[in-house]
């Protein structure tokens, strides 16, 4: 495991699948540093980047920094793999005129997993302990993807032509300019994006709620983009407004 925890934190493994089913919680009481077990007995090693034990390669993944996971989160997860499962005609469009022939595939059985980035670009990076402490909030049924992805760039690099289930929040970072060093950085992160598509949820902030349509986005952006409308899923409920709350009433 330290193994595992060294070489993904110095960069010589950019990911980490884990899959809380048969994978045990380790916990080393002289370092306490933790990770869920990287490795099972079933492990194969499909790419010299990754080590895996999930049997699956997501098609389907939710990035967050999930301090904590909570039910909105799942609950974008559950509706964005029910809806690529139906193969709803309006996701399997998303970017056709961008990409042509060569665009997205029809998912007839899309493969779910959270993704967990140690690396941020707003955050301090996450050492082994916090990182076990966020684990710790995933059930055995969960696949996670641990990585050191800071960017969307560098997720559509290691998960190639996968589809990301957003907050609208999350869509206007990627867009934003200033996470960016210039219009010319801007543009080659949306070249390496050309190939995945974005599932965008609404979010509120404050007493606004922004959905996509409210959104002022790149144009090479908003093409990957479909809307979940808010009729069809909306809990306004963040990790920040759960800490908070922990803090206020710790018992």
């Known amino acids: 495991m330290t193994q595992a925890w060294d070489a993904l934190s110095s960069g010589a493994l950019d990911a980490l699948g884990l899959e809380a089913a048969g994978v045990d919680d380790i ?11 990287p490795f099972a ?13 999930i049997r699956s390669w997501p098609t389907l993944l939710l990035p ?17 793999s029910s ?17 042509g022939a060569s665009g997205f595939e029809p998912t007839e059985t899309p493969s779910p997993a959270f993704e967990l980035s140690i690396e941020n670009v707003d955050k301090p990076p996450l050492d082994a302990l916090e990182a076990a402490a966020r684990l710790e909030h ?36 990627i867009g934003d300019l200033r996470y960016y ?6 543009n080659l992160a ?22 996509l349509s409210s959104l002022d986005l ?14 069809a899923f909306r809990i306004d409920l963040s990790s920040t407004s759960l800490r908070l709350a922990k803090r206020s009433n710790p018992n």
């Open 27 to 37: 916990l080393d009481p002289s370092t306490k540093k933790a990770l869920r077990k």
């Open 41 to 53: 007995e079933e492990a194969r090693i499909s790419d010299p980047r990754f080590a895996t034990p």
């Open 64 to 80: 967050g920094s999930f301090n904590p996971l909570h039910e909105g989160h799942r609950g974008m997860l559950d509706l964005a």
């Open 83 to 99: 809806l690529m499962g139906e193969e709803q005609e309006d996701l399997r469009n998303i970017g056709i005129m961008h990409h």
């Open 138 to 173: 995933f059930a055995h049924r969960d696949a996670l993807w641990l990585t050191r992805s800071a960017t969307f760039s560098d997720k559509a690099r290691l998960f190639p032509g996968a589809t990301f289930a957003v907050g609208a929040d999350t869509i206007v970072r």
């Open 181 to 186: 060093e210039s219009a010319w950085a801007r």
């Open 190 to 211: 949306m070249h390496a994006l050309r190939r995945c598509r974005f599932l965008v949820f609404c979010r509120k902030t404050g007493d606004r709620l922004h959905t």
């Open 218 to 231: 790149p144009p090479p952006l908003r093409i990957l983009c479909q809307e979940i409308p808010a009729e």
